[in-house]
């Protein structure tokens, strides 16, 4: 018997896994958490620092990624060096299509989900039904990438309201935190789409261990435990408007009929 890759994706389709497939909203700002490249530092500069010069633009991008992105001194009124600073930009990803989050994103926000519900302890093999066997796909308003595109199935499009890909504007975070070389103050600017941005995904896992009442649980918990960086601060937070269950019931590595 010879079999095609398109048998064996049914296969783990139509008979291995169980399903959910959401649709989903901010309702608190989701902060990127890529350090920028140069690309991202451009972006800064235009869209926050509002600089449109091209040249003006390119020397302040440049100024930024020399002088004030990383680790530095920070002297106190005396001259004594008190404590250090750290400061950087941080950006979403993007393509031409708009900005985007990873398909390990939604499945680490579900894992922490079933972590705290206690679902993998109490449930022996379920943390490998999930991560291992499982897989987070781009759905509906957020697939945008072609099929050809092998990696466009990572890819998760924020869309706005008006169903354009999601704007994007840049907010400061200040933090601080203690280690071996002293206090050091944390500034960042990262790049946010507001509350109202929307994606949509599907999370297949291996059928049995997980449960209906399981998955319910899970993704109302992810809703709490959010999405994206500086979750300290409640950013990331997202409602899911609807999701359609489809739960499969195998029995010794089959489905049941």
């Known amino acids: 018997m010879r079999l095609e890759f398109q048998d064996l994706a049914d296969r783990y389709n139509d008979t291995l896994t ?13 902060a990127g958490g890529v350090p920028a490249g140069i690309d991202g530092l451009r972006l800064f500069v235009t869209h926050h ?10 020397k302040a991008t440049q100024r930024i990624m020399k002088e004030e992105i990383g680790d530095r001194a920070v002297p106190s009124a005396e001259g004594e060096i008190q404590e250090r600073m750290t400061y950087g930009v941080n950006v979403i990803r993007r393509t031409p299509r708009g900005p985007w989050i990873g398909t390990w994103m939604v499945k680490a926000c579900l894992k922490v989900a079933a972590s705290r519900l206690d679902i993998f302890r109490e449930k022996r093999g379920s943390k490998g039904d999930m991560v291992e066997a499982g897989r987070v796909s781009p759905y509906g308003i957020s697939a945008l990438d072609p099929p050809e595109d092998v990696e466009g199935c990572k890819r998760i499009y924020l869309i706005g309201p008006d169903d354009q890909p999601a704007t994007t504007t840049f907010e400061e ?7 071996p070389k002293g206090s050091v103050s944390i500034v960042h600017h990262s790049e946010c789409v507001p509350a109202g941005t929307r994606f949509e995904f599907q999370f297949q896992f291996l059928s049995g261990k997980i449960k209906e009442d399981d998955l319910k649980d899970m993704a109302a918990l ?20 609807w999701a359609d269950l489809e739960m499969g019931h195998r029995k010794n590595g089959k489905k049941d009929e």
């Open 222 to 241: 992810s809703m709490i435990v959010g999405l994206g960086s500086v979750k300290a601060l409640d950013l990331g937070k997202f409602r899911i408007n």
């Open 18 to 30: 169980s399903s959910i497939t959401a649709s989903c909203a901010f309702v608190t700002p989701m």
């Open 49 to 58: 620092l509002g600089i449109t010069d091209e040249a003006e633009a390119e």
């Open 173 to 179: 975070f200040k933090g601080r935190v203690n280690s």
